[in-house]
C-alpha cells in the first residue's frame, strides 16, 4: 500500500508529478511556428537552387527541413504559397543588404546610390548559387498570381527607394530627369550586368 504524506496525498502521485515534463513558456511556444515557417522557406531555397522550380515539391522540400509533408498545411496554403514567402523572405533580405549599405554610405543621395550599386556585385547580392533561385521566381511570375502579387511588391519598394535617391541627386544637380523612367532604366541596366556576372563570370568582371 502507498504510504500518504500530511496532504494525504500519495508518495507514488508525487513521483508520478514529478516525471511529467514542464510546460514550454509561452514565448517558445509562439516562437515555434515562427521557426518552421522560416525552416521551410531555408529549404525551398535550397531545393530551388538545385532542382529549380520542376524538382521543388511539398516532399522534396519536407524532407530537406527534415519534417512531415503535412508540415507545409500547417504553415501554407500549398508550395505555391510556399514559394511565394520564400520570394518575399529573399527579397526582404536583399532590401536590408541595401538599406545597410546606404546607412554606411552618409547622407548624400549620390554616395547612397553608389552604394546600392556596389552591393548589387558584391556578396552575398552576387552570388552565383543564387541565379537558379532568382530564375525560378522570374519564370513563375506570367503563370502565378500570388508570385507575381509578390514580385510587384519587391520591386515596386526597390524602385520607389532609388526614384527618392534620383529626385534627390536630380534636384541638387539640376537635371531635368524623368524619375519614373530613369528608375526603370537604372535597375534594368544594373540586372543586366548582374545577370551576365552571374552567367559567365569568366568573360565579364565588375573592375
Known amino acids: 500500500m502507498a504510504k500518504t504524506n500530511t496532504t494525504g496525498m500519495s508518495d507514488a502521485h508525487f513521483r508520478n508529478r514529478s516525471k511529467k515534463k514542464p510546460k514550454r513558456p509561452p514565448a517558445i511556444r509562439r516562437a515555434q511556428p515562427q521557426l518552421r515557417r522560416q525552416q521551410l522557406i531555408d529549404a525551398t531555397l535550397e531545393c530551388l537552387a538545385e532542382f529549380g522550380h520542376s524538382g521543388t515539391t511539398v516532399r522534396v522540400v519536407c524532407a530537406r527541413a527534415g519534417v512531415s509533408p ?14 511565394a ?9 536583399v532590401a536590408d543588404v541595401f538599406e545597410q549599405a ?6 548624400n543621395p549620390l554616395d ?17 548559387n543564387k541565379l537558379p533561385i532568382w530564375l525560378s521566381f522570374w519564370s513563375l511570375i506570367p503563370t502565378h498570381a500570388e508570385i507575381r502579387k509578390t514580385h510587384a511588391m519587391i520591386y515596386d519598394r526597390y524602385r520607389q527607394r532609388l526614384g527618392q535617391l534620383i529626385e ?5 544637380h539640376s537635371l531635368d530627369l524623368d524619375i519614373r523612367r530613369t528608375v526603370f532604366a537604372f535597375v534594368a541596366m544594373i540586372e543586366g550586368l548582374w545577370l551576365q556576372l552571374c552567367l559567365e563570370p569568366s568573360r565579364f568582371s565588375i573592375d
Not at 503535412?70 to 514559394?83: A, S, T
Not at 514567402?85 to 533580405?93: C, D, L, Q, R
Not at 546606404?102 to 547622407?107: D, I, L, Q, S, V
Not at 534627390?168 to 541638387?172: E, F, K, N, Q
Open 70 to 83: 503535412g508540415m507545409v498545411k500547417l504553415y501554407f496554403e500549398g508550395i505555391d504559397d510556399l514559394i
Open 85 to 93: 514567402a520564400s520570394y518575399a523572405y529573399i527579397g526582404k533580405y
Open 102 to 107: 546606404m546607412a554606411e554610405a552618409g547622407e
Open 112 to 128: 547612397r546610390l553608389r552604394a546600392v550599386v556596389d552591393a548589387n556585385f558584391r556578396s552575398p547580392v552576387l552570388a552565383r
Open 168 to 172: 534627390r541627386i536630380a534636384v541638387s
